[in-house]
């Protein structure tokens, strides 16, 4: 089932001569529960695509349907309550709220939408995680690895229909890394969980089932994997 | 998201929002000193109209009966009606009318005459009393003003106030801008966001409000406390009374919050309209608009660059940057700035002009005046008794008349006709008949004893059956008023001239016409507090009492009131003039009723009076100067995480600490400097054209030209100034140089 495509999009910043084309044309489709890598060099334009695809930026041209919704058409505050129910986001430098606790941040996407979190399924995610008993800590009392954890519980909470993670690991070492990744295969395989994953990193993109290859803002290669 | 977030954030960053404290108590301090006050000059505005013009608020004067009087106190909306005894005569009862409902006085009052079978114009109205009221009756051409000033003030304050204190919010809300971007990435709407920095102001401004209320009231209170003292010791100084009441304080607690209800929504909708990613991206750090380079245009700021190298370039580009965000404390700083130095230069020009055309011009003619009210100089008998006190130098009793003289055209002095005659300086005079003008002649009537005294200054005959006329004009076309030169009026040896009635006219002038011998046409005149040269160029003439009894059946126009100058014998020492003036008032009080005065007690309370108008309007630009010094120290402080990336940067390619201080000076000193220089141009234009207006010798002015008042404003200002960037550059210096550089995420 098609959770996720995307037709002609591009996107343009500056005009006349600093014109820059960021994303040229890019078409993609991704199906329910995929677990997608975007690989490219610095520039490529998978930030920008990621962004697209997170209700975050608006392309120039061309739609992003998810789950049936065309979110290039969205206004502020649509594009606010979507990206709330069906986007999961989990950035490079983790973008937890400093003054609120790991669980108010969790919980936060419910919380915007007055949910009373589903408290099986929130124990579920933070012990999968690791991170159950550092819930009432702020961020900064935690390591960079729990804090992304945090994050990435933050982006399940809601049940997202697409987890998109840019760079998830890219400030952590080589062992949180490797933990990050387990989980994200964790969750994709336990939860069905649909995830896009930047990275310039060639041996995590192997974890994927999917790796689709931007240059120059072009998809140049689109490749299953076994 | 208020409960989740907002409700926490307050609990556990309190200091972080001091800048908004502050910003809501000044806001409603304001507004409450300036509505107390208001309220207080409105009441009393009312109480003064009761005590000038009566408490009435519709009159009815005609043929009023008893019955009439008893309908009208039973008419539904009347009060009360009442017969003005003081009033009523010859042209019928006057009957004073209250009414319940002020707002319906007009339309009752033409009911009530029509009731009573008299004419409308039989109705009369107190239109002061009832504008004050808000009740605007028909007819009333006369400008009220007053209330509708009072609230366009109040109203400028309000959006004054929201272009002040908007960024104090602005600031608080920006420094949190990366935390509302995550928000946004994962579904908070703009509305939450915009809901949740609202209700966060509002908490936050909640008891700063409540405080600036009150403090506004206690600084109403002593405004008018010290306006009461002032004018206790002023002639005829009124006591202010002071109350507040409920619904006032309820206006003023609205006025706060919508203040800075707006204050907070401005930069809250600026922010949630930020997409996410600008948001987290941080696009609060100080961008400079692209800027064309030209042949013309090197560099930015290219002054502060050749004055202060590379510091000034950053100091300088990092203003421009700041532009908008200091458009606030810009204005507020020109406007007191302005406001105090041309305040200080117009009242060292007013106190110039007032030495010229007051105190040194009279400061010999006059010591103590008495005004013998309603009262003709030849049934003033006690000129002997104040001549006998003992302080007493010299006295002159007068009274003033005002008649017409017949100056035939002949009798114009030669300067006079060389300069083109009368028609060249009053323009079109009047002629009478053939060859004569007709020309004002105010008379000054003298008693027969100051009379010869004045013979003898002039060194003429003494003689009762003549006048002296003051022979001279002023060259209004070689000199201005404050340096006149004089030309003679008329010749020197005429020897009569005609007087007449100036009110009467045709057949009735000529026969009030009267002819008396003139004694001697003179450029002197008695020392009495009476200025001669008028725009109307009359021509002066002192006449004895004596000679005034005979004519003043015919010429008539003389005014209610005589006069009596006194010369001391101690002219110097305030209490011995304050004990002459009792002396005299003693003598004269007994029989007339006088109001008396003193030169020394003038200048006091003169002196007075431009201090407490020095002291309000000082008062109004110093707080213009804390409005933009608040909004430094807000900004300042708030500028942290806005400029802790570009400060970590800069010292990453090696500026020393020393180097930031350099920078934080230099941009103190153009936040400080440039409104000094704008206003210092302006002030010397506003200086120019006072100088010209007034026409004072400009060496005058400079001489005693403000510069150290001046001086001592601008350099508090600049402390006040360079004290905030002290306080935002140690926070600063203090920040972690890795940290800032890595990522500024994480704080």
């Given amino acids: 089932m098609e959770i996720l495509k995307c037709e002609g999009i591009q996107k343009l910043y500056g005009a006349g001569n600093s014109k820059v084309t960021a994303l040229d044309k890019v078409d993609l489709s991704v199906e329910k529960g995929e677990f997608v890598a975007i690989v490219g060099a610095s520039g490529s334009g998978k930030s920008t695509l990621l962004h697209i695809l997170g209700s975050v930026d608006k392309p120039t041209e061309g739609k992003v349907i998810i789950e049936g919704t065309d979110i290039s058409t969205l206004n502020q505050t649509e594009a606010a309550v979507f990206r709330r129910r069906k986007v999961g986001l989990v950035y490079q430098f983790y973008n937890l709220i400093p003054t609120l606790t790991i669980r108010k941040n969790i919980l936060m996407p419910l919380l915007l939408d007055k949910k009373k979190p589903n408290q099986e399924y929130f124990e579920q995610i933070v012990g999968s995680l690791g991170i159950a008993d550092r819930l009432e800590s702020l961020p900064n009392q935690l390591s960079g690895g729990q804090q992304q954890r945090a994050a990435i519980a933050r982006s399940l909470i809601y049940r997202p229909a697409i987890l998109l993670a840019d760079e998830p690991t890219g400030n952590l070492d080589q062992k949180n890394s490797r933990e990050i990744i387990d989980m994200l295969k964790l969750s994709n395989r336990n939860l069905k969980q649909t995830i896009l994953l930047i990275t310039h990193d060639e041996k995590i993109a192997l974890e994927t089932d999917r790796i689709v290859t931007i240059e120059d803002g072009r998809i140049v290669s689109d490749e299953k994997r076994g | ?747």
């Fill in chain 2, 1 to 747: 998201m208020w409960k989740n977030y907002a409700k926490d954030y307050i609990k556990n960053n309190r200091t972080s929002g001091i800048s908004i404290m502050a910003a809501s108590f000044i806001a409603a301090l304001f507004l409450s000193f300036l509505c107390c006050l208001f309220y207080n000059f409105w009441l009393d505005g009312i109480e003064g109209t009761k005590l000038e013009d009566g408490d009435w608020h519709g009159r009815i004067t005609g043929e009023i009966s008893g019955n009439d009087l008893a309908a009208v106190n039973h008419f539904a909306n009347v009060e009360k009606a009442v017969v003005n005894e003081e009033l009523s005569g010859e042209q019928g009862t006057v009957m004073d009318v209250y009414f319940s409902n002020k707002k319906t006085v007009y339309q009752d009052m033409r009911a009530l005459v029509n009731i009573l079978g008299l004419p409308e114009d039989a109705a009369d109205y107190n239109y002061q009393l009832l504008s004050l009221y808000f009740v605007r009756i028909p007819g009333d051409d006369m400008p009220r003003l007053l209330m509708p000033a009072y609230l366009v003030i109040v109203v400028i304050m309000c959006f004054s106030l929201i272009l002040v204190i908007h960024n104090s919010f602005a600031v608080s809300m920006n420094s949190r801008v990366h935390q509302f971007g995550i928000f946004s990435s994962i579904g908070a709407t703009p509305g939450q966001i915009r809901a949740c920095l609202i209700q966060e102001a509002l908490v936050r401004a909640a008891v700063p409000i409540m405080a600036g209320i009150l403090s506004g009231i206690v600084f109403s209170f002593g405004t008018v406390w010290g306006m009461n003292a002032f004018a206790k010791n002023l002639v005829g100084g009124r006591q202010m009374s002071y109350s507040c009441h409920p619904f006032l304080l309820l206006l003023v607690l609205i006025l706060s919050i919508l203040t800075v209800l707006v204050s907070a929504w401005l930069p809250a909708r600026k922010l949630s309209r930020l997409t996410p990613l600008e948001s987290i991206r941080g696009t609060d750090e100080l961008q400079l608009k692209k800027r064309r380079m030209g042949f013309w245009v090197k560099k930015h700021s290219p002054i502060l660059s050749t004055l202060f190298g590379m510091e000034g370039e950053i100091a300088g580009n990092a203003i421009k940057a700041q532009r908008k965000a200091l458009r606030t404390t810009s204005l507020s700083l020109t406007l007191a700035f302005f406001g105090f130095m041309t305040m200080q230069c117009f009242w060292t020009l007013s106190g110039i002009s007032t030495n010229h055309t007051y105190f040194e011009k009279y400061q010999d003619a006059w010591d103590v005046m008495v005004t013998v009210k309603d009262t003709p100089i030849e049934d003033f008998t006690l000129a002997k008794d104040i001549r006998e006190l003992s302080g007493v130098d010299s006295s002159v009793v007068y009274q003033k008349a005002e008649a017409v003289c017949i100056l035939p055209e002949e009798a114009q002095s030669q300067q006079l006709l060389a300069a083109g005659g009368l028609e060249a300086f009053s323009g079109e005079p009047q002629f009478s008949g053939e060859g004569a003008f007709q020309v004002k002649a105010p008379l000054v009537i003298l008693d027969d004893e100051s009379f010869g005294e004045f013979c003898e200054q002039i060194g003429i005959a003494f003689r009762l059956d003549g006048g002296i006329v003051l022979n001279r004009l002023w060259d209004s076309e070689n000199s201005n008023f404050r340096y006149p030169k004089y030309i003679p009026y008329v010749k020197d040896d005429m020897e009569t001239i005609v007087l007449h009635n100036a009110a009467a006219k045709g057949d009735r002038a000529f026969e009030s016409m009267t002819e008396i011998p003139v004694l001697a046409c003179t450029q002197e005149y008695p020392l009495l507090r009476e200025e001669y040269e008028k725009s109307d160029f009359p021509l002066v003439e002192f006449l004895p009492l004596s000679l005034w009894k005979e004519i003043k059946r015919q010429i008539g126009g003389a005014e209610q009131d005589a006069y009596v100058r006194v010369l001391a014998n101690d002219r110097t020492e305030p209490d011995a003039m304050n004990m002459l003036e009792d002396e005299i008032m003693q003598v004269v009080s007994r029989e007339y009723e006088v109001e008396s005065e003193n030169r020394i007690q003038e200048r006091i309370d003169n002196d007075k009076m431009i201090g407490g108008y020095e002291l309000i309007l000082g008062a109004f630009c110093v707080l213009l100067a804390i409005i933009g010094i608040a909004h430094v120290f807000s900004h300042t402080l708030g500028f942290l995480r806005q400029r802790k990336r570009e400060f970590a940067r800069l010292q990453s390619v090696g500026l020393t600490p020393a180097g930031i201080r350099k920078i934080f000076c230099i941009e103190a000193l153009v936040i400080v400097g440039r409104p000094v220089l704008i206003t210092s141009m302006l002030t010397i234009v506003a200086v120019a054209l006072m100088i010209k207006a007034s026409y004072l010798d400009p060496i005058e002015f400079i001489k005693v030209a403000p510069v150290l008042p001046i001086l001592a404003f601008i350099i508090t200002v600049f402390g006040f100034v360079a004290w905030a960037y002290y306080l935002g550059g140690k926070k600063i210096l203090k920040v972690n140089l890795a940290d800032a550089l890595r990522d500024d995420t994480m704080m």
